[in-house]
């Protein structure tokens, strides 16, 4: 060993030796996991933590251990939630999944029964439906072009021919009250 004494101290000049390498080695571990861990690769931030750990212990450095080992508790902890999250991202995608499937359903099977009943109507009827059906078109067209006392009146006829289609064959009470919502929200931005 070689000794130098500085300014009244007694400072001991060591070679670098295995050891040293080994904690660089150890260190640059470390660091790396921080990176990893920065992109959100927990396994192999845990892999490097796990090589690290495995240094410091050939080395001594128990405190050094410990706080690892509390990292690499974290970071299982990080992935537990993560997977827990995932579960209940995928639970909910699919109850909504459900819910509109429902809707879809019940939408086509009313549009069948409306079918249906459009094919036991006379062709009367049906001529009326087609128009009111074209006049619905037109109305929502205009609408978007801003011209609201036209659609106010392609409204107004649509109630009126819905008026004339028997109850007894086909209740549109519902569809009339819609146009007549319709109607009455138009009159306010004219």
Do not use: W
Request: net charge positive; with cysteine; hydrophobic share 30%.
């Amino acid at each position: 060993m070689k000794y130098c004494i500085i300014n009244n101290y007694c400072y001991v000049l060591t070679m670098p030796g295995p050891y040293d390498e080994l904690e660089k080695k150890a260190e640059t571990l470390e660091r790396q996991s921080k990176i990893e861990f920065g992109k959100k690769d927990f396994s192999a931030t845990i892999s490097l933590l796990e090589e690290t750990k495995a240094i410091y212990a050939q080395l001594g450095f128990h405190g050094k251990i410990g706080m690892l080992n509390q990292r690499i508790s974290r970071v299982k902890n990080l992935i537990k939630l993560g997977e827990r999250e995932t579960t209940i991202k995928t639970k909910n995608e699919q109850e909504f999944q459900n819910r509109v499937e429902r809707v879809l359903s019940e939408k086509q099977r009313q549009q069948e029964k409306q079918l249906a009943q459009q094919r036991a109507l006379s062709p009367e009827v049906r001529n009326i439906l087609e128009k009111i059906k074209m006049l619905s078109e037109k109305a929502e067209k205009e609408e978007k072009l801003g011209k609201y006392q036209r659609v106010v009146g392609r409204y107004e006829y649509i109630i009126e021919l819905y008026k004339s289609i028997p109850e007894d064959l086909m209740d549109l009470s519902n569809n009339i009250v819609e146009i007549e919502k319709k109607i009455s929200f138009l009159r306010t931005k004219k």
